[in-house]
């Protein structure tokens, strides 16, 4: 009930494409879900986020796409470029709740 | 501000030994968290304060794992009688509340039980 199933694990992306990332979420209590990035030795760091009241938000190159009756939402980066390479977690938490769960990570290459 | 700060960044220690991480979170943020991420794993929830109680421990995480956050400022995390299994990245974040944002992260303390 409280797993985010992410996917791909990895992701290997040209320069100036398109990456995407995809999470699936089971429990319907959740209402906020954000994406965060992560570099070796650093601790994840806040991309972008999303509610289910809207189905899309975009900020800069970084996009979230929402499918509330398919629990299922996704990040989408346009013209990757090679500083994207990082790893990528979906997270999901509920309004009332403290703690958010996060998918296992998606580690992104982006080749120049 | 300069962010969450956590203390010390790299910790080894021999199995069975005490260890004692610390956590400074954003001044104004009242709700501070630990979380734990092994390698190729999201991170884990371990726990979470709001001001100086805490409200919700995992249940995974063993009575030997203990954390304080008196006064509602920076907050602890021990581990008692270190396992090779406790050998992860500890990770502290702190936001505003529940729902309104997301988390500020720390660097983490990455742990070594040899």
């Known amino acids: 009930q409280q797993q985010v199933k992410q996917s791909p694990q990895s992701l290997i992306v040209q320069k100036g494409g398109i990456s995407i990332i995809n999470c699936a979420y089971e429990?319907?209590?959740?209402?906020?879900f954000p994406w965060y990035q992560q570099f070796p030795g650093k601790g994840p760091a806040l991309l972008i986020a999303i509610r289910p009241d809207v189905s899309e938000k975009k900020e800069g190159r970084f996009t979230i796409s929402f499918n509330k009756s398919a629990k299922q939402f996704s990040l989408h980066i346009m013209d990757s470029q090679p500083g994207d390479s990082a790893t990528y977690f979906c997270?999901?938490?509920?309004?009332?709740?403290?703690?958010?769960?996060f998918g296992d990570g998606t580690t992104l290459t982006v080749k120049p | 501000d300069t962010g969450v700060s956590q203390d010390p960044r790299h910790k080894i220690t021999k199995r069975g030994q005490n260890v004692t991480f610390r956590c400074d979170p954003i001044?104004?943020?009242?709700?501070l968290y630990w979380y734990r991420q092994t390698l190729g794993q999201g991170p884990e929830f371990l726990t979470y304060?709001?001001?100086?109680?805490?409200?919700?421990k995992s249940r995974l995480l063993s009575d030997r794992f203990s954390a304080e956050r008196p006064k509602g400022s920076f907050s602890t995390l021990e581990i008692q009688r270190t396992e090779q299994g406790d050998s992860a990245m500890y990770l502290c974040?702190?936001?505003?509340?529940?729902?309104?944002?997301?988390?500020?992260f720390g660097s983490g303390t990455r742990l070594t039980v040899v």
């Open positions: 001044s104004e943020h009242n709700r």
């Open positions: 304060f709001q001001n100086e109680a805490q409200l919700e």
């Open positions: 974040a702190s936001n505003r509340g529940a729902g309104v944002d997301g988390y500020t």
């Open positions: 429990n319907t209590a959740f209402d906020y």
């Open positions: 997270a999901a938490s509920g309004t009332n709740a403290g703690k958010s769960t």
